[in-house]
């Protein structure tokens, strides 16, 4: 669920555990999805600190966890999980992985492997065995849409390039269905999904969780100030009546076979 070239991006799992619990619970239609079988090899491309890939293990399948953050990676081989650090970029020049698994999977990872997204695709279909399944979900275009413009907004107003710091890769379906296909897979099912998601508290602990890249764009002394402004810019759009607040994403959800 964590995955890197967002170059300032930094994954702390307690964080993460407290505002982001609901990224694996609302990823359960995607291991349906996928239909694990007891048996099975499987990658989890992404996984974060490896809740989903711990549910994986519990049916059954056996199944190696890889993602770029090196603190979600220690919490999750520290639940046993066999887990490795790995740029998703890399994965092509794993001869450990080579035509290994039956199927990958990955939930809310592959949109910040924002740089080179063909290379992440040729090393899932060198990873997999003929046949074998790619299945995954990851933020669609138009996702977190408020809460990526507030972010852009707030870094112009204060003479920061936000562009440049942007992590995310958040593709339509036509052009991500035209990748998969270059990439040799026979695509099952591709759709966008608005999926607008409560979240377990204040918009800061979901900005601070996520969108550490945008504040961290700025001077330290100027941070907490720019996190309450993006905060004030999203209210209106995005907090209730009752104080709660709710997240505009967007899902891609996809399935495919190697040809
Ligand atoms: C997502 O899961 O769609 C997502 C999470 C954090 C930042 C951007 C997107």
Redesign the pocket.
Known sequence: MTAPPAPHQRWDPDRYRSEAGF?AELGLPVVDLLAPRAGERILDLGCGEGALTSKLVALGCHVVGVDASADQIARARAEGLDAHVLDGRRLRDEARFRAAFDAVFSN?AL?WMKDDPDAVLAGVAAALKRGGRFVGE??GFG??DAIRRACHAELRARGADPEAVDP?F?PDVADYRARLERAGFAVRAIELIPRPTRLPGDVRGWLA???DCFLTALPQTEREEAAAAIRARLAPDLQAADGTWTAD?V?LRFAADLR
């Open positions: 990224v809310a949109h990851m933020g996702n977190v995310w958040f969780t996520f969108a994403y899902r």
